[in-house]
């Protein structure tokens, strides 16, 4: 069984600091992950994602994720926030032959304040 | 404009009455995808369809029917839907079956059972 965990319901940066949204993951074999990013009353959109490769990926919007497998985790990440990144943010696992494909982490809800 | 598309929007209904979500993609994609977002919860996968005539339960089945009769189109059924079926209800799409495409997502569909 594969699983996703984002322990923090709630971020809170000030923007033009550095962000930091928490994602670990429990897969059988090597992971797929992904980061999506969900604003109000909008479908998800794709940020980046981790098949295999270079640890640290780099995305959408300025956005990066490190893969690191020793700790099992996906952290996303941006150097300088901005008030337009406050969205809700999930992390997703998948791995090679899961025909379910995502499983979705519980969400982190990003706000950025000015 | 390569898309995800879902009707209605939004829809209220009543217990029992039965119910179809439409779902369609324009971009050729050979696995589809219904989820369902409720707070705290993150997205639970209901059904998903690996092609056409092809599809299986994901983690939260019960009370929903699907069937992909053509590659584009992905159809959410209730039957006889009930209040705990009240949520937000996402299609989504990708490209292949092998877990490591991004899935692309439709507008959502808010859906009330009173």
């Known amino acids: 069984a594969q699983s996703v965990a984002q322990p923090e319901d709630q971020v809170n940066v000030a923007e033009g600091n550095p962000l930091t949204v928490k994602c670990t993951y429990s897969?059988?074999?090597?992971?797929?992950l992904f980061w999506y990013v969900q604003y109000p009353n909008r479908g998800l959109q794709f940020l980046l994602k981790?098949?295999?490769?270079?640890?640290l990926v780099k995305g959408s919007y300025g956005f990066e994720a490190e893969f690191n497998k020793s700790q099992t985790s996906f952290h996303l990440k941006k150097p300088s926030a901005l008030v337009s990144d406050s969205a809700l943010y999930f992390c997703?696992?998948?791995?090679?032959?899961?025909?379910?494909?995502?499983?979705f982490g519980s969400g982190t809800q990003l706000t950025v304040l000015p | 404009e390569a898309q995800v598309t879902q009707n209605p929007r939004y829809l209220i209904t009543v217990t029992g009455k039965k119910l179809t979500v439409t779902c369609s993609q324009n971009?050729?994609?050979?696995?589809m995808s219904w989820y369902r977002q409720d707070p705290g919860l993150g997205l639970r996968q209901i059904y998903y369809?690996?092609?056409?005539?092809?599809?299986d339960k994901g983690d939260v089945p019960e009370g929903y029917k699907v069937s992909r009769k053509e590659k584009r189109n992905f159809p959410l059924i209730l039957e006889s839907p009930s209040p705990n079926q009240t949520s937000l209800y996402f299609c989504?799409?990708?490209?292949?079956?092998?877990?490591?495409?991004?899935?692309?997502f439709g507008p959502g569909t808010r859906l009330t059972v009173l």
């Open positions: 897969v059988s074999g090597n992971p797929y």
């Open positions: 989504a799409s990708s490209l292949s079956t092998t877990g490591a495409n991004e899935q692309f």
């Open positions: 971009m050729n994609h050979e696995y």
């Open positions: 981790y098949i295999t490769g270079d640890n």
């Open positions: 369809s690996m092609n056409v005539e092809v599809t």
């Open positions: 997703a696992v998948s791995f090679s032959g899961s025909a379910r494909q995502l499983t």
